[in-house]
């Protein structure tokens, strides 16, 4: 079984930075693509980032690109989520998970939580104003 550890969230005030990390179990982490979601009290689980299973190719939801950056060190089985600028409305748990797939791409669409198999626990992040 795969096991996805999450870590990094804190408390920042709007305009701030955060570095969450994920820390993979597993001896083929590079063969599948890797995601990050969140999710805030009430809503649903929303996509944030995703990257290939190499780390060449990343994907964005519109409301972070531009802010955030989605990376992976593959010798360390570590995927991280650099977050700058940080707004309100970024707060959430933030969760990574593991895609069904090599690449961000595939018969199913990398922005559905179905379209991922393992999942960490989550780490808070608020951003105050």
């Known amino acids: 079984q795969v096991q996805l550890v999450e870590s990094g969230g804190g408390l920042v005030q709007a305009g701030g930075s955060l570095r969450l990390s994920c820390a993979a179990s597993?001896?083929?982490?590079?063969?599948?693509?890797m995601g990050w979601f969140r999710q805030a009290p009430g809503k649903e689980r929303e996509f944030v980032a995703a990257?290939?299973?190499?780390?060449?190719?990343?994907v964005y939801v519109d409301s972070v690109k531009g802010r955030f950056t989605i990376s992976r060190d593959n010798a360390e089985n570590m995927l991280y989520l650099h977050m700058n600028s940080l707004k309100p409305e970024d707060t959430a748990v933030y969760y990574c998970?593991?895609?069904?797939?090599?690449?961000?791409?595939?018969?199913?669409?990398?922005?559905?939580?179905?379209?991922?198999?393992?999942w960490g626990q989550g780490t808070q992040v608020t951003v105050s104003s």
């Open positions: 990257i290939s299973g190499s780390g060449g190719n990343t």
């Open positions: 597993g001896r083929t982490f590079s063969n599948y693509a």
């Open positions: 998970a593991r895609r069904i797939t090599t690449m961000i791409y595939g018969s199913t669409w990398y922005g559905l939580p179905f379209s991922y198999d393992y």
